[in-house]
């Protein structure tokens, strides 16, 4: 009886925990998706309004594109979105980190 308790409270702290992973956004880089907007369109592995990131990261974009079809969107690029509107206001150096972090989800 007691024994199958601690079989069973390590699995399911390994499957939180693996769960956790793959829906966790670094607080910094959170704190940038939030403040620029990116979050009302973008989530990590779904689609939502735009695509997921984990769709923009199969896209290997480096960071000078990446910035660039931020401040200037290709829809072309999308087929079935909704254009996304153009952010030229977002800093570089934020987009940067942004797009260093979509790389790392690569599958
Ligand atoms: C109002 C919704 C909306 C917001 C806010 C938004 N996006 Fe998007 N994004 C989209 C949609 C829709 C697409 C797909 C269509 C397109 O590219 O025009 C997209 C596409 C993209 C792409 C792929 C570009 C390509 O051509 O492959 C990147 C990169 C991206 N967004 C980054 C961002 C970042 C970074 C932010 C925040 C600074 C942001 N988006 C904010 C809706 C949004």
Redesign the pocket.
């Known amino acids: 009886m007691i024994k199958k308790y601690f079989v069973a409270l390590p699995m399911f702290a390994i499957g939180y925990m693996a769960q956790a992973q793959t829906a966790a956004i670094p607080s910094d880089i959170s704190a940038l ?1 939030t403040k ?3 979050v ?3 989530k990590v592995d779904k689609k939502a ?3 997921a990131w984990s769709e ?1 990261a199969s ?1 290997k ?1 480096s960071k000078k594109q ?1 910035a660039a ?2 401040k200037t ?3 072309a ?2 087929p079935g ?5 153009p ?1 030229p206001q ?1 800093p570089v150096k934020d ?1 940067n980190k ?1 797009s260093d972090w979509v790389k790392t989800l690569v599958n």
């Open positions: 998706l620029h907007t990116c009302t369109c973008h309004i735009g695509p923009v896209k974009y990446f079809l931020v969107p290709v829809p690029n999308w979105f909704m254009p996304m509107a952010l977002v987009l942004i």
